[in-house]
């Protein structure tokens, strides 16, 4: 595939609404990863995966936040009862393999909780 | 637990001139440093990545060097353009290579 693919690229939510964010990753890619940057700052970690296994997942802020692979390619990032501080912008990156390969990001999934 | 620092956070200059942004970490045990470039409303680019057995990595007019030992980075941009505006984000990884801890990014403006 061009690139790391995001659906949608924006998302208006009322507090309390469910959301999925769709992450395409490249093609081959053994690692995926989500990330939320909130407005002027550096992207946080939230889960990964190494094919369909998520081996971390210390970066989910809470029980509301559910992220899957089942088939080891595209990621679904689900985010329950959505709240006004989950407003940010969700990013998707994927790379050949954890250690020392560059990360390729989508271009996310800009979230407004209202 | 690992922080990450990028002085200044933001910056603006007038085109040509040669420019330096910094990034230090407080958790020395790294094994690479990577430098991106985030456009507005966009994802992140990876510009540089430098292993820790490295100095420095050299691209076009970016320059990046590594000093592990005193936990620090520099990314210098030779002769600027405006297309270079943006936001320059460095980040490391953890151990086990399965998360990056990022800066809160330079915010670069060149202004023509």
């Known amino acids: 595939g061009a690139g790391v693919s995001q659906s949608p690229r924006y998302k208006v939510a009322k507090r309390g609404q469910d959301v999925a964010l769709r992450c395409d990753p490249i093609?081959?890619?053994?690692?995926l990863f989500w990330y939320q940057q909130a407005l002027g700052q550096g992207p946080e970690f939230l889960t990964y995966?190494?094919?369909?296994?998520?081996?971390?997942k210390s970066g989910l802020p809470s029980d509301r936040f559910f992220a899957e692979r089942p088939e080891g390619s595209v990621s679904t990032l689900k985010i329950q009862r959505t709240q006004q501080e989950d407003s940010a912008v969700y990013l998707c990156?994927?790379?050949?393999?954890?250690?020392?390969?560059?990360?390729?990001f989508g271009n996310g999934t800009r979230l407004t909780v209202t | 637990k690992q922080e990450v620092t990028q002085i200044p956070a933001a910056l603006s200059v007038p085109e040509g001139e040669n420019l330096v942004l910094n990034c230090s970490f407080t958790?020395?045990?790294?094994?690479?440093l990577q430098w991106f470039r985030q456009d507005p409303g966009k994802g992140l680019t990876s510009l540089l990545l430098?292993?820790?057995?490295?100095r420095e990595q050299t691209s076009g007019r970016l320059n990046a060097s590594l000093d592990k030992s005193s936990g620090r980075s520099t990314l210098y941009i030779a002769a600027s353009q405006p297309g270079d505006s943006a936001t320059y984000l460095c980040?490391?990884?953890?151990?086990?290579?399965?998360?990056?801890?990022f800066g809160g990014g330079t915010r670069l403006m060149v202004k023509p």
């Open positions: 093609s081959g890619h053994v690692s």
């Open positions: 995966f190494q094919n369909e296994a998520q081996l971390d």
């Open positions: 430098i292993q820790s057995s490295q």
């Open positions: 990156a994927s790379s050949p393999s954890p250690w020392d390969s560059p990360l390729h």
């Open positions: 980040a490391v990884p953890n151990n086990a290579g399965n998360m990056l801890t």
């Open positions: 958790d020395s045990a790294i094994y690479n």
